[in-house]
């Protein structure tokens, strides 16, 4: 690393040290948004993906798998063949519970058995597991109920006994707080990044940097290199306090975490460079970078309202959103210890998405610099 880089570097930790709203954003928010969100959030949501494991393969089964699908809270997406397919759907977030149906379902309807139907459900999602199991008891009561059979002396005993994954105690907390990693993430780096060139041309010390002799790619490095520091700090504090305040497990590799994190800060600061070009002020930075990722981040990635619940013209904004391909990321990692082979995605995304807006980001910046 040159002695230029090294310098810019140091100017860009005097400026973050020197100014309160950037210490108040990078290390007093996040705790507070950890803590609001982890004790104040629920959700409710609908149109819950499941798959049907169909043992009987009797008009009685079929029937319950079209009730439970016209009952406006289901989508049956799959329809399997065996028990071992069930965590290949989970892990691939194909579907949040699965139905499975015993052999002989008819029959023991039929002699009045107290077995009755399974429910799988994917856990990682605390509050889906919550709705989904309520919402199947609901619709199996009104399924038993709408079939007329009790008149006829034949009952339709369901006995629902719900297995859990990945989150067995349907805490809320472990689904909201690994998810603040990305939100948080994106504040520190593209809010942060968004003003440290709108502040040095506000302050009048740009062209002190442009009669110099680095280089704009030094610059880009030197100012934004701190940040990557930074973020990583945060995301490590937010780990270890969810850890000692929500007793959230982590499951996964914690090498696989923090490499993929990198990548996504390198999108988010991207973001915020793309930002910094072109804004002339320091107020104008925030305001744009609030717009572009912190609300978007919030609203449109998954974090508080499940993607297929709000409306189709959102769903097809929310592709472009870096923190919802994180999110499938942390919470992949942190709750369901999955690998890199069932990441590749989101984290292709995410390099690719970085790339492009760095490169428009350099393209406005030497523009500048020639100008």
């Known amino acids: 690393m040159s002695k230029r880089i090294r310098a810019l570097m140091q100017k860009e930790f005097i400026h973050i040290i020197r100014d309160p709203r950037s210490l108040a954003i990078i290390f007093l928010l996040p705790i507070l948004m950890v803590l609001l969100y982890g004790y104040a959030i629920n959700f409710d949501i609908r149109d819950i993906k499941i798959a049907v494991l169909d043992q009987d393969q009797s008009s009685t089964s079929r029937s319950l798998a079209e009730y439970l699908t016209s009952s406006g809270y289901f989508l049956v997406s799959s329809n399997i063949m065996d028990r071992d397919e069930i965590e290949d759907l989970f892990l691939d977030r194909r579907v949040q519970a699965v139905l499975i149906i015993p052999p002989g379902f008819s029959k023991q309807n039929q002699r009045d058995s107290a077995d009755g139907v399974q429910i799988i459900i994917d856990g990682s999602n605390a509050n889906t597991a919550t709705v989904a199991i309520n919402y199947l008891r609901l619709a199996l009561l009104q399924y038993s109920t709408s079939q007329n059979l009790n008149a006829a002396g034949i009952s339709i005993p369901f006995q629902i006994e719900p297995r859990i994954w990945y989150n067995p105690d349907l805490k809320s907390t472990h689904f909201i707080v690994p998810g603040l990693i990305s939100i948080i993430l994106m504040m520190v780096c593209a809010m942060l990044t968004s003003v440290t060139i709108a502040r040095e041309r506000e ?169």
Request: no cysteine; glycine share 8%.
């Open 203 to 371: 302050t009048g010390t740009m062209e002190q940097i442009f009669i110099s002799p680095i280089r704009p790619i030094e610059i880009i490095v030197g100012k934004l290199f701190p940040y990557v520091g930074i973020a990583l700090l945060d995301a490590a504090g937010v780990l270890l306090f969810s850890y000692l305040i929500f007793n959230v497990p982590f499951r996964g590799s914690i090498l696989l975490f923090f490499a993929l994190t990198v990548v996504f800060i390198y999108a988010s600061l991207s973001i915020g460079l793309l930002i910094s070009t072109k804004a002339k002020t320091q107020q104008v930075a925030m305001l744009m970078s609030m717009v572009a990722t912190i609300l978007p981040s919030i609203l449109l990635s998954g974090f508080i309202y499940a993607i297929a619940s709000i409306p189709r013209v959102l769903q097809l904004i929310s592709y472009i959103v870096p923190a919802k391909y994180f999110l499938i990321i942390d919470r992949g990692i942190i709750l369901k210890g999955i690998g890199f082979s069932l990441l590749v995605e989101p984290t292709l995304f995410l390099f690719i998405f970085g790339s492009l807006l760095l490169l428009i980001s350099l393209k406005n910046f030497k523009t500048r610099l020639e100008g």
